[in-house]
């Protein structure tokens, strides 16, 4: 199922949430709604879930070429996981999960047996087999979550939505569900979108980026595209570690820490090269941060590996050469 | 320094504190429930039972649990209803509402029931239009009920809104993408989250209800054996200098306080230990 977003506008009060965004969502793809805090995209993901209506104008959803603005959310065959999952406290996980095909119309709706026999199926599928009668304040978040997601798909929906899925958990657990969702969504190839603050995140899991910031679309890409083709400032910064060097012309270059060359004060070619002093190094775990501040006042911050690190036996203290080449700036 | 939490007073500011508090209860709670039930035993077991079987106590006692049992409902299914609205939706006038709601605290329970005589009695605004059609509200069981309906309005709603306001919606919204009604939401996601408040505010407004005494005073006219409550009925009762009989019927109130304090409590410790586990 493809999803079609034009020209959506959404005005709470007097705060504008979303203002003239378009997208294309393919069928089958792992899409990111990656911003920072305001930037509209909890807004966007719920307009298209249809727990809340675009302003009235142009704005349009097209599911797979079917116009569904006006539909309402049960209507829609959307599967929403929300941030803090929203189970129903007093049911247990089996009631959770068959929740959605219990309340369908009575020619629709499957037998009593038919619910247990899909419901024992998911579980399996997301790993929780032998929980069906637990209650989600015996659970750990990890596993709310996945019972969130087995109750989403229970209704077969055409199109998965997901706010901020890990936001909620450990640093370890989160990184193990990341990875189980990707493999979870390459084995059944569901439409999904997720709404995430965390670039690495998004980065590492989708087929395709957006970056939000103020209501807006910044930039739709691939992951290796917007981050090697950042197309403002505020894409650069946002989607990973920056350094920011202005020339004598006043000219403002980026480049990233890693595509720093280090070398000896020694070896310094004054016309590439500029030097700076190392002001603080952080060399615990595989990659080494130098902090430098260069002969100009300005700071640069270089990552290179712990063998680099030690080759060079470079220590605090140190004057150094940075060097940088024009490929790996990027000019705005 | 010996050894305590931070949070609590030293010993002399606890012993005062807890010396005060004791005092303040039995001068103020404890001496006069004690006074009830000390005086409707004064004339002995006979006397008091005599007094309960009296046709107008039996009568008074009678139009309280009616007055209860017709607003006890009604509000209740008002308040789910302004509770469901007001903390689900978002719609111009909701502060309006919720202001609404409270008048009735606001209001003086004397003129909680003389607005009832200014518009249905027979000088009010449809007085003339009843009394041709042979209906009669204020000095009649129809007054008494619009009366206690009036001032028991607010508490079945004030003690779901903030539950609900607490509880948010993501769990009604998480039931409308998968496809449930309206009314499915209500009874199978809404109303289990919301039992126990419901409970104890059905428990609030049932005790106001059976107690009430100035708004049903000014509409019901106090005819003996018809237009009392069991309220008025121990007020009757003492002006005419028949003090045991009216503390005896005032046991009965007494005890339905007591009582009501009883099942709040229960009520309290059972949600408590439900949601204890989150």
Redesign the interface.
Known sequence: MSISISSINKTFGTYKALEDVSLEVPNGSLTALLGPSGSGKTTLLRII???EFADDGPGKILFHGKDVSAV????RG???V?Q?Y?????MTVAQNIG??LS??PGSQRPSKVEIQERVMDLLKLVKLEGLDKR?P??LSGGQRQRVALA??L??RPKVLLLDEPFGALDAQVRKGLRRWLRQFHDEIGLTTLFVTHDQEEALELADQVVVMRNARIEQVGKPQQIYDNPRSPFVYEFLGNVNKLTNVNGETRYVRPHEVEVLFAAEQDPLTDRIGTIQHLFSAGPIATLSVRLKDGQFLDVEISRKQLEDLGLGAGDEVAIRTNSSSETVF | MKNRPVTTESPIVRVLLITSAVIILTLFLLMPLFAVFAEAFRRGWEVFLASLHDDAALSAIKLTLIAAAVSVPLNTLFGLSAAWLVTKFRFRGRSFLLSMIDLPFAVSPVIAGLVWVLLFGAQGWFGPWLAERDIQIIFALPGIILATVFVTFPFVARELIPLMEAQGS??E?????????GW?IFR??TL??IKWGLLYGVLLCNARAMGEFGAVSVVSGHIRGKTNTLPLHVEVLYNEYQFSAAFACATLLALLALLTLGLKSLLEQISGHKAG??
Do not use: C, M, Y
Not at chain 1, 72 to 75: C, L, N, P, R, V
Not at chain 1, 86 to 90: D, G, S
């Open positions: 879930a249809g727990l309402t959310a049960g209507k959307v599967g929403f929300f803090h929203a189970l129903f406290r007093h929740f959605g309340v369908l209650r304040h015996e109750r989403a229970a209704i | 993501d769990q919204e998480a039931g409308v993408t998968l496809g449930a009604s499915q199978r996601i289990p989250n586990g989150h």
